[in-house]
T-cell receptor, first 114, second 109 residues
């Protein structure tokens, strides 16, 4: 049973560029959440997708957007990259939504913005 | 706004010691609390999940407790091993999921 997978593992971009990160949830899970983790800090919630809709959003600007596909996989898009967007981006999947059940995390995508 | 604090930020112990990691949160209106382990540069591995109606959960050498009224949780690690070296994060689920900054644990052989 495959766990949560993310691609790519590492990415280098320059300021102003756009980036797309991808996540496939654990088999049987229908909800995907995205987190940003800066160095030395805990992850911060970006948003959550369920039934192809954004259910909840953290305190992140509109430059951060996402999508969920019918097969429950998800993308995180970041436009107009800033140096401060450099971080580890984590995807987590769960079965019944944010408030219930264990969230399973992927290995993350490390983004470096130069 | 929920705030989650973990103390200490870093901890170094000799192998074999029992240790306690602390997590405190400001808003007791939570659904559950989860403890994670994170190895350097890696994703998060779930260790224990405590629902708001529960007081503790145990898995092997790990025991996590929850006192919702005081806004505290502890993670107890028995007979620590070098392989336990990692950053331990607690996360509180209310309206969203809030993480502490973690405790970086080093267990020396």
């Amino acid at each position: 049973d495959a766990g949560v997978t993310q691609s790519p593992t590492h990415l280098i971009k320059t300021r102003g560029q756009q980036v797309t990160l991808r996540c496939s949830p654990k088999s049987g899970h229908d909800t995907v959440s995205w987190y940003q983790q800066a160095l030395g800090q805990g992850p911060q919630f970006i948003f959550q997708y369920y039934e192809e809709e954004e259910r909840q959003r953290g305190n992140f600007p509109d430059r951060f957007s996402g999508h969920q596909f019918p097969n429950y996989s998800s993308e995180l898009n970041v436009n107009a990259l800033l140096l401060g967007d450099s971080a580890l981006y984590l995807c987590a999947s769960s079965l019944v939504g944010l408030a219930e059940g264990t969230q399973y995390f992927g290995p993350g995508t490390r983004l470096l913005v130069l | 706004k929920q705030e989650v604090t973990q103390i200490p930020a870093a901890l170094s112990v000799p192998e074999g010691e029992n240790l306690v990691l602390n997590c405190s949160f400001t808003d007791s209106a939570i659904y559950n609390l989860q403890w994670f382990r994170q190895d350097p540069g890696k994703g998060l591995t779930s260790l224990l999940l405590i629902q708001s109606s529960q007081r503790e959960q145990t898995s092997g050498r790990l025991n996590a407790s929850l006192d919702k009224s005081s806004g505290r949780s502890t993670l107890y690690i028995a007979a620590s091993q070098p392989g336990d070296s990692a950053t331990y994060l607690c996360a509180v689920r209310g309206n969203d999921m809030r993480f502490g900054a973690g405790t970086r644990l080093t267990v020396k052989p």
